[in-house]
């Protein structure tokens, strides 16, 4: 798809930055591929109008979402327990109805769904990458594998009733026909249920300019002044909203039908604090666009050095964002030995475009390189503590987020 009109409101787009040609961010491969390898321009642009920054051009959602989609969520020991908490909190709060039905978009290999599923809770899953599903669907956890949208709702609505909560982590930003979810929505939400749904936030991406969350599965990069106007459209409001520390800075937001619930006050917060750092300005992008593009020559410039100096740089996982990185900024083999990755499934394959190796990180720690590049930056904390033996050795960290620096 590509468009220079909003996806939201249709206005024309503002383009600000332009990140060339780039691979699909997940699309882990071998040698023999590499001559058929898909590339598309990756380009994000404002709209004026709404409010919505988003890409400019996606690739079809099925050359992202398939039988082989590398990204497992429960890789990350943090990301089990955040979930864990999100689960104890909808049961504590919203699950009060008898016989209540949870429905999750984007579910994945069930790390979220599987603490209603052995409550023994009644659940649906929506995940149309047919492995993790299958993942998900072993753990015991009700899993459809088809994308999400307004037909889709309606066939949920008709085998399994409507729902109490609607669940999506980590996906709406990743659909472009958000009307027809919305419009799903509508069809499947109880009159006095709930849609709870996380993303990465703009205001985190802006401060921390951390331009590896724009890939082609991200569509979209919410603020609550682009998702209040969308929700309006469709007869729904933002009710709540709670920062997340996860992913480098996500927004979790309780969205409900219109007039049914309160609105808390943290939304006109958000909202306030969202014009002072400007994010309904076109400016603020223009200066993001700097931004990235200093912290693109400063990490090249310190992978160079290092290079010179003869030091082995290793990169730590083989993040979708990290294909932004290493093809923005040229960050090849000769610069970045190898990247470190404990999904089985991106073992033995090369990243994208810039066709770096990718090994288990038992490599990692057989023949500890001089400095680990952390690509899992959003990761650092459960990273560090569980290579400490890695510093201790006298290895070094380096992360570009939010600014290009060795960790001392
Ligand atoms: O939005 C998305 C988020 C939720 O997950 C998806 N579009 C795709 C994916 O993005 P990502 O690939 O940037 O996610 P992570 O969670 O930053 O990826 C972590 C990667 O790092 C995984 O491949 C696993 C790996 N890893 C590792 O090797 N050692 C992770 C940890 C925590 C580790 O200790
Ligand atoms: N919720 C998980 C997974 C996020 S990755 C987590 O937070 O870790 C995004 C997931 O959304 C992928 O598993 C992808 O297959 C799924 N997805 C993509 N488009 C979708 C759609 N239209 N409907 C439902 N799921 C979708």
């Not at 899993?143 to 008709?158: H, P």
């Not at 709670?242 to 006109?268: E, I, K, L, N």
């Not at 990185?325 to 990243?351: H, R």
């Not at 720690?365 to 201790?392: I, Q, T």
């Amino acid at each position: 798809m590509n468009t220079r009109q909003c996806l939201i409101c249709s206005a024309s787009l503002e383009p600000f930055i332009s990140f060339g040609q780039m691979p699909i961010a997940n699309g882990f491969l071998t040698p023999a591929d590499y001559s058929s390898e898909y590339f598309f321009e990756l380009q994000a642009g404002f709209c004026g109008s709404c409010y919505m920054v988003q890409l400019i051009e996606q690739p079809r959602r099925e050359k992202m979402f398939h039988e082989n989609y590398a990204f497992f969520s429960s890789t990350s020991t943090r990301m089990a327990k955040h979930f864990e908490t999100l689960a104890e909190l909808v049961k504590a709060r919203y699950l009060k109805a008898s016989d209540p039905l949870v429905v999750e978009l984007g579910s994945n290999d069930g790390i979220l769904l599987g603490h209603f599923a052995r409550s023994g809770i009644r659940h649906v899953g929506v995940e149309p990458s047919a492995n993790v599903a299958q993942v998900a669907r072993e753990k015991g956890i009700c899993t459809i594998s088809r994308f999400f949208d307004e037909d889709l709702a309606q066939q949920i609505v008709t085998d399994h009733g409507q729902a109490d909560v609607i669940l999506a982590a980590n996906v709406m930003c990743h659909i472009p026909y958000l009307h027809s979810v919305l419009d799903g929505f509508g069809k499947l939400l109880k009159s006095d249920g709930v849609i709870i749904f996380e993303d990465p936030y703009l205001g985190d991406i802006v401060e921390k300019i951390s331009y590896d969350q724009i890939y082609d599965e991200h569509a979209f990069y919410f603020s609550v002044a682009s998702l209040s106007f969308l929700f309006a459209k469709h007869g729904f409001e933002i009710v709540d909203v709670r920062p997340q520390s996860v992913h480098g800075g996500s927004m979790r937001y309780f969205v409900a039908r219109t007039g049914v619930h309160p609105v808390d006050p943290s939304v006109g917060a958000q909202l306030a604090k969202e014009d002072q750092l400007g994010l309904r300005d076109s400016g603020t992008y223009v200066t993001l666009r700097h931004n990235v593009e200093r912290s693109r020559d400063e990490l090249l410039a310190l992978l160079k050095r290092l290079r010179q100096e003869g030091k082995r740089v290793v990169g730590y996982g083989a993040t979708s964002k990290s294909t932004t990185v290493t093809n923005y900024c040229g960050l090849t083999a000769e610069l970045v030995e190898f990247i470190s990755d404990t999904t089985p499934i991106k073992q033995g394959k090369f990243s994208p475009g810039v066709h770096i190796p990718v090994r288990p990180y038992e490599e990692f720690r057989a023949h500890y390189p001089d400095y680990g590049l952390l690509f899992a930056w959003n990761h650092s904390g459960e990273v560090m503590a569980k290579e400490l033996d890695f510093r201790d050795k006298g290895g070094k960290w380096i992360s570009y987020v939010p600014s290009v620096q060795i960790l001392e």
